[in-house]
């Protein structure tokens, strides 16, 4: 296993974190993701552990909490070898103050997700979205109390825009509070808007991005190839994906797995391994979450690290991939002795 710095932390992550959002499918929506019970979810953890996965990641909202309890009992005795990262800010309960990153509902809701993973600290705890009325200083000052009281470890953020980031950073540094170490985005081969503005943000600032969904909920894990009828029976095709059918162009996706079936052909690997190792070697990156509904999925995930792709592989898959940028990224690149983009080779 490989571990990175989790963006100006100290912390070390593996560059695989497990995600249990499969844990408990206490909802509709995320029965199609998973119903992990307790005895599957700990034989999970334990082979995540003798991989050397050290970050497990979870959310308050996931199942309505049934994923934050069940991963708390599968770590039972175990809480000391691992990092637990989870999320506030969406809805969760009833009432006026039932979500955002109001200081009344992220303590609260640090208490409850304190009380169902049944630990007294929290090592990474997001803000799952943007609140966009709450004040950006209450939240801030909010998440420094937690991590002074030591509840909370580190800070994070998750779904922002660049302002979003950007300006509670600098308020942060303002007043000198915790700042966010880490960022969790949606990146993967189908969606690389986060090289627009994100990833370059992330590169100044010291920002580590967690990505989640690196296989585009399941479009890139190779049972979608233009030369077959798209299944039935995914994820995606139950109404469980967290990619909106819309975001995702029918003629890229084929365009990019035909050039990722040709280098799993090359490499020896599945088409989902080319496709979260492609996304491991892009700046930023600290952890790519992955998710299984079983120990056979969780091995195979294992397989994407070990390696590299080449960079006449990774450029094959760019160019695959590329879309144009929207306003006022195509104008930036128009002047790249202004604007220089990431280094990915």
Avoid at 311 to 339: F, G, M
């Amino acid at each position: 296993m490989e571990y990175r710095q989790l963006g100006a932390s100290g912390l070390q992550v593996s560059v695989l974190s497990f995600g249990t959002a499969t844990f408990g499918g206490g909802n509709e929506f995320f029965k199609a993701w998973g119903s992990t019970q307790v005895e599957e979810a700990t034989r999970l953890v334990d082979l995540c552990l003798e991989a050397g996965i050290n970050l497990f990641d979870t959310a308050d909202i996931y199942s309505d909490g049934l994923s934050e309890e069940i991963l708390g009992k599968a770590i039972a005795g175990k809480r000391d070898q691992l990092l637990i990262s989870t999320k506030a800010t969406f809805t969760f309960g009833k009432g006026p103050n039932n979500q955002g990153s109001s200081r009344f509902h992220l303590l609260k809701q640090v208490e409850g997700s304190l009380k169902r993973l049944n630990t007294d600290y929290i090592d990474v705890y997001h803000m799952h979205g943007f609140d966009g009325v709450t004040p950006v200083d209450e939240t801030l000052r909010t998440l420094d109390d937690l991590v002074q009281s030591g509840k909370v470890r580190y800070i994070a953020a998750s779904n922002f825009s660049g302002w979003h980031l950007m300006k509670s950073l600098a308020i942060s540094e303002k007043y000198g509070w915790n700042r966010y170490v880490a960022h969790q985005v949606y990146y993967a081969l189908t969606n690389r808007d986060y090289e627009w503005e994100l990833m370059p943000l992330g590169i100044d600032q010291k920002v580590g991005a967690i990505v989640w969904s690196p296989l585009a909920g399941g479009l890139l894990g190779g049972k979608y190839k233009r030369s077959q009828p798209k299944p039935t029976h995914t994820r995606t095709a139950q109404g469980g994906s967290p990619i909106p059918a819309a975001v995702v162009d029918d003629e890229l996706l084929y365009n990019v797995v035909d050039v990722l079936e040709d280098i799993a052909a090359e490499t020896g690997k599945t088409i989902a391994q080319v496709a979260i190792n492609w996304v491991l070697q892009r700046p930023t990156v600290s952890s790519i979450i992955v998710g299984a509904r079983n120990e056979t999925q969780l091995k195979e995930n294992f397989e994407a690290i070990g390696w590299n792709l080449t960079n006449e592989q990774i450029q094959r898959l760019d160019k695959a991939s590329e879309v144009p940028p929207i306003y006022p990224y195509w104008h930036q690149r128009q002047n790249l002795t202004l604007n220089p983009p990431p280094k990915f080779y």
